[in-house]
């Protein structure tokens, strides 16, 4: 084709042999307007003022020179079908062009909460109080210094090992209470026998 198919005086035949890209898919007479299906029906104001939307917006994303786009817009408030008008925007996008929707990211779920760390002391204090019942007791007394530390630092920073911290602190006050009973039966032991 030389000419375009909207200058007047040349049907718009595009099944018939041209080589350009064409704005259908697919076999038979294309389908580029969207308005009513008979292309000899009378057209409306409505359909021209559809026609001329797509026409500026054709041109304002760069597709038509403005000469064209003149004698396009010009053409189409005289045209007196549908089909003409369908001639004169078939070569343009129908309508806006839609953006995919941004894609969010998904949040977590079903995720578990983290635990907290458990505070070293803690496991030092448990580890010592177990060790009070082996050691016969000379574990005791760092049970008790590393339990209250270790409690005052889970309060403070919230780890964990609260429980671990109480179980040493209660083996080594333990064994320093069975130490200091047994030193005071031995000393009453002693002052009777004398």
């Not at 064409?22 to 009513?36: D, E, I, K, L, V």
């Not at 760390?117 to 803690?122: D, V, W, Y």
């Not at 060790?131 to 919230?158: Q, Y």
Request: net charge neutral; with cysteine; hydrophobic share 45%.
């Amino acid at each position: 084709m030389t000419h375009p198919s909207w200058q007047p005086g040349q049907p718009w035949e595009p099944w018939k042999g041209s080589s350009a890209p064409q704005p259908w898919s697919g076999a038979g007479a294309p389908q580029p307007w969207t308005g009513p299906s008979v292309p000899s029906m009378l057209a409306s104001h409505a359909d021209r003022e559809r026609a001329v939307d797509v026409l500026r917006a054709g041109y304002g994303e760069g597709r038509l020179e403005h000469p064209e786009f003149e004698q396009r817009v010009s053409r189409a408030y005289t045209a007196r079908t549908v089909g003409e008008l369908a001639l004169l925007v078939a070569d343009l996008p129908q309508g806006p062009m839609p953006h995919p929707a941004p894609v969010m990211p998904v949040p977590p779920t079903f995720l578990a909460t983290p635990r907290p760390l458990t505070n070293g002391k803690a496991v030092g204090s448990v580890v010592c109080g177990v060790l009070c019942l082996v050691s016969f007791g000379l574990t005791g007394i760092p049970a008790v210094v590393l339990g209250h530390a270790a409690r005052s630092e889970i309060r403070r920073t919230g780890e964990g090992g609260d429980g671990l911290a109480l179980t040493g602190l209660v083996l080594g006050w333990l064994s320093n209470a069975a130490w200091a009973a047994m030193l005071t039966l031995m000393i009453v032991a002693a002052a009777l026998s004398a």
